[in-house]
């Protein structure tokens, strides 16, 4: 709890510090509160469309409380995100997550 503690108190301090939004939404994930790093990782996204690591954790989440069409969004999104910034790896890696979901629900 500490090191969530410390995130929150650089985000308060700096709102647009997209770095400890990310760490902290992680930290929410390590512990199981997937809601609440569902919440910060949009938060995030909202402050940085362009924070390309932030969509396939989002996406997971997503998958994780069965919300996959969400998920299905979030990659889709994620990918365009990536491509625009020229982020290749990171959409390398939505796009291979989006397909396996895609085959795990038959589309």
Do not use: W
């Amino acid at each position: 709890m500490e090191r969530i503690d410390k995130l929150k108190a650089f985000i308060e301090q700096d709102p647009a510090d997209c770095f400890s939004r990310h760490a902290l939404a992680l930290e929410l994930l390590k512990i199981g509160d997937i809601t609440g790093a569902i919440e910060v990782m949009q938060a995030l996204i909202g402050i940085n469309p362009n924070h390309t690591g932030t969509y396939l954790h989002l996406g997971k989440a997503f998958e994780r409380i069965n919300k996959l069409e969400e998920a299905l969004s979030i990659y889709k999104l994620g990918i365009e995100a990536s491509r625009f910034v020229q982020a290749t790896h990171d959409a390398n890696e939505l796009n291979a997550a989006l397909n396996q979901l895609e085959e795990e629900m038959d589309l």
